[in-house]
């Protein structure tokens, strides 16, 4: 079965623009993991940085059930007020205190509570926006999977990364599409996958092999 | 113009097609936890002696490297922590799909060296991270020259997204035709991104 000229001329068209649109909307989110990555290859190492603002105590009531689940934290940053992607909960038992790290792109806040008598320290630190970037870049991530995604937002960033890669892939696809009917680039467009074939498939194979 | 714009917005695509296909599909490996993707539960480990002939060198990189000479390794030197005692150099040597935990006593001549080797789906997620400046890693260099030309690879690649973006832009201002739902379809892409890039600091 062949397509007639005019069906073959709306979907390239069609193809054109939907090529367009996804393109610039995915634009933003492209350079932000292009420029993530540069930051994650050439991290600044930093001595440690200090905290953002002074730190704050406050009175919380501490459930005496399920400490160090993320029920229970989530119930006392409620009682402060605070927001954030909550990470790896620490109960130290000895010591009667209770770590939760919250995160935020470009910021990590730190709440420590005393069990005994039921005080909140929270301590907040802004680390610029590189690292806002180079979070998001690794959200949702591999690790703390029960933990990961406790924060409505991160759910809806890690739909977006999804959406950003399937959207790639799409973008990819279409541009060959595309390509295939630039008959005077054919030529040099093959060379070009060529040699980024055997770009990756060869240091691919001398890194794992080596 | 237009016509260098999407020459070049079409060679960067093409020779970048396939780095993008990696990184996305290792992107999403790592992002879920597919069954058939599983490969730390399959992995395949060893653990053996060597003796080692006495050290020549001084510094511990240099040690280290004597050492993988020795055993025959290869990969990238990562300090996963302080020493314990001078008698003992402990180190990872590592690659995508192999990581290799070596334990020496110098005093006694000896490396015990855990080898881990996992499939071609640990191989793929490892591709996406390795850049020879773990997070966890205490001494954080690259000295294997495969890790320095992959990381040259990832740079490349993210230099050429932006020139796919910046190109893009051109190419997009240049057909007036479709300004409106380009222009639509940007800003739509600027707030969403903005939003998590820097409005969720201000919830």
């Not at chain 1, 990555?37 to 190492?45: E, K, M, Q």
């Not at chain 2, 020879?132 to 690879?153: E, I, K, M, P």
Request: charged share 15%; proline share 3%; with cysteine.
């Amino acid at each position: 079965m062949s397509i007639s000229p005019s069906a073959s001329r709306n979907i390239h068209r069609w193809t054109q623009d939907l090529h367009l649109y996804a393109g610039l909307f995915l634009s933003p989110f492209i350079l932000v993991f292009a420029f993530s990555t540069l930051a994650l290859n050439h991290p600044v190492r930093e001595v440690t940085a200090p905290p953002t603002a002074a730190s704050r105590t406050q009175s919380v009531t501490v459930a005496t059930s399920g400490l160090g689940t993320l029920d229970h934290a989530r119930s006392i940053l409620r009682q402060l007020e605070l927001t954030g992607e909550i990470d790896n909960v620490m109960h130290n038992t000895k010591a009667g205190r209770l770590t939760i790290p919250v995160s935020k792109p470009g910021e990590l806040t730190t709440v420590q509570v005393d069990l005994n008598s039921g005080v909140a320290t929270v301590q907040r630190k802004a680390n610029g926006m590189a690292a806002a970037l180079v979070y998001l870049h690794k959200r949702p991530g591999p690790h703390l999977i029960k933990f990961r995604g406790n924060w409505g937002y991160m759910t809806a960033w890690s739909l977006l990364a999804d959406a950003v890669v399937y959207g790639t892939l799409f973008l990819t696809a279409s541009g060959l599409y595309l390509w295939w009917f630039f008959k005077a680039e054919r030529t040099f467009g093959w060379l070009l996958l060529a040699a980024g074939t055997l770009t990756v498939g060869g240091l691919v194979t001398a890194i794992t092999l080596a | 113009m237009k016509t260098w714009t999407q020459k070049i917005h079409i060679y960067l695509g093409l020779y970048f097609l396939i780095f993008l296909w990696l990184f996305s599909a290792s992107g999403l490996l790592l992002n879920h936890h597919w069954d058939f993707t599983e490969f730390w539960t399959k992995r395949r480990q060893s653990t053996n002696e060597h003796r080692l002939v006495p050290l020549t060198t001084q510094s511990d990189p240099d040690r280290a490297a004597e050492v993988m000479q020795q055993i025959g390794l290869v990969g990238e030197l990562e300090w996963t922590n302080s020493r314990p005692t001078a008698q003992r150099l402990d180190f990872r040597v590592s690659r995508p799909g192999h990581v290799v935990d070596v334990k020496t006593d110098l005093t006694l001549g000896t490396a015990s060296v855990q080898e881990v080797r996992v499939n071609g789906w640990g191989i793929l997620r490892s591709l996406h991270t390795f850049n020879g400046v773990g997070a966890n890693a205490v001494r954080a260099q690259r000295d294997w020259s495969l890790t320095q030309l992959w990381t040259l690879c990832m740079d490349a690649l993210a230099l050429g997204l932006i020139g796919l973006v910046v190109t893009s832009l051109l190419l997009a201002w240049q057909r007036r035709a479709r300004w409106f739902g380009a222009s639509l379809a940007l800003a739509a892409g600027c707030l969403v991104c903005g939003f998590f890039v820097v409005g969720l600091a201000w919830l």
